[in-house]
T-cell receptor
Framework: GDQVEQSPSALSLHEGTDSALRCNFT?????VQWFRQNSRGSLISLFYLASGTKENGRLKSAFDSKERRYSTLHIRDAQLEDSGTYFC?????????????FGQGTVLSVIP | DPKIIQKPKYLVAVTGSEKILICEQYLGHNAMYWYRQSAKKPLEFMFSYSYQKLMDNQTASSRFQPQSSKKNHLDLQITALKPDDSATYFC??????????????FGSGTRLTVL
């Protein structure tokens, strides 16, 4: 089946630093969505991309438009409130119906 | 205010019993979904509905039955509960669903524990 490989599985960042999370897909994907899951378990949508890049404040995401087999999430100037588990989820071209395949998640800890 | 309401937030059940997980969305969306997050596993797609019709079902067991009484409701009935059913169940919605490629919005989940 379709696989979404997310890396790293865990990450510690000092406040104010930058980093990037990555998702690789074993097949070409139609779209990718990034989420943050907070300590209460709520899933918050960060970005939806069918191609290209999107930016929102200190977060920026990119989806490789050519091969459509990887996506990145960049975090700039990390803050304590960025801590949480980040998931990417991708939808293949076949099947549709917004059947997202999720990665295993990256547990991000931002430390003072 | 939350736009996708899931009830209850926490649920404890005994093996063999039946429970209904409630989901209502107030985003005006026409498509709704159920996903499951088991311990140490990624979220997994279960069902998708569009305009109250089942579009896709990836759940092997017939013990899981979605119920859509209104366009903005998609409840999940689970019968003959097993300990392996313990998980957090997330409801989601999107604008139309039929053609895919839409942003999904998730509820806060129902954490089910089966003893």
């Amino acid at each position: 089946g379709d696989q979404v490989e997310q890396s790293p599985s865990a990450l510690s960042l000092h406040e104010g630093t930058d980093s990037a999370l990555r998702c690789n897909f074993t097949t070409t994907m139609r779209s990718v969505q990034w989420f943050r899951q907070n300590s209460r378990g709520s899933l918050i949508s960060l970005f939806y991309l069918a191609s290209g890049t999107k930016e929102n404040g200190r977060l920026k995401s990119a989806f490789d438009s050519k091969e459509r087999r990887y996506s990145t999430l960049h975090i700039r100037d990390a803050q304590l409130e960025d801590s949480g588990t980040y998931f990417c989820a991708a939808e293949p071209f076949t099947g549709g119906n917004n059947k997202l395949t999720f990665g295993q998640g990256t547990v991000l800890s931002v430390i003072p | 205010d939350p736009k996708i309401i899931q009830k209850p937030k926490y649920l404890v059940a005994v093996t063999g019993s039946e429970k209904i997980l409630i989901c209502e969305q107030y985003l005006g969306h026409n498509a709704m979904y159920w996903y499951r997050q088991s311990a140490k596993k990624p979220l997994e797609f279960m069902f998708s509905y569009s305009y109250q019709k089942l579009m896709d079902n990836q759940t092997a067991s017939s013990r899981f039955q979605p119920q859509s009484s209104k366009k903005n409701h998609l409840d999940l009935q689970i019968t003959a509960l097993k300990p392996d059913d313990s998980a957090t169940y997330f409801c989601a919605s999107s604008q139309d669903g039929g053609g895919g490629a839409e942003t999904l919005y998730f509820g806060s989940g129902t954490r089910l524990t089966v003893l």
